[in-house]
């Protein structure tokens, strides 16, 4: 697990609520912060990809656990 500096929790929230609210979250990052966001909504995987390819962020590891979802993103 990498280490991140703000984390958000997008439990039980369903699509868009968990791409809007790491979109939100990473603007007002630092560059090279790392966000870990964990989500239970199986959309949110390729939510997740759209909206990284979109601002340039970058996906630097990722994982499925018992039907949580975490991402961690390194603001580009």
């Known amino acids: 697990m990498p280490e991140f500096q703000k984390e958000l929790n997008a439990k039980d929230m369903s699509c868009p609520a968990p791409v809007m609210k790491t979109k ?3 603007r007002d990052m630092v560059e090279g912060d790392v966000l870990h966001v964990v989500a239970t909504d199986p959309a949110s995987i ?27 993103i ?3």
């Open 74 to 76: 390194k603001k580009s």
């Open 24 to 26: 939100k979250m990473l």
């Open 46 to 72: 390729e939510d997740m990809n759209i909206l990284l390819e979109s601002c340039g962020d970058t996906l630097i590891d990722s994982s499925d656990s018992h039907g949580e979802y975490h991402f961690y």
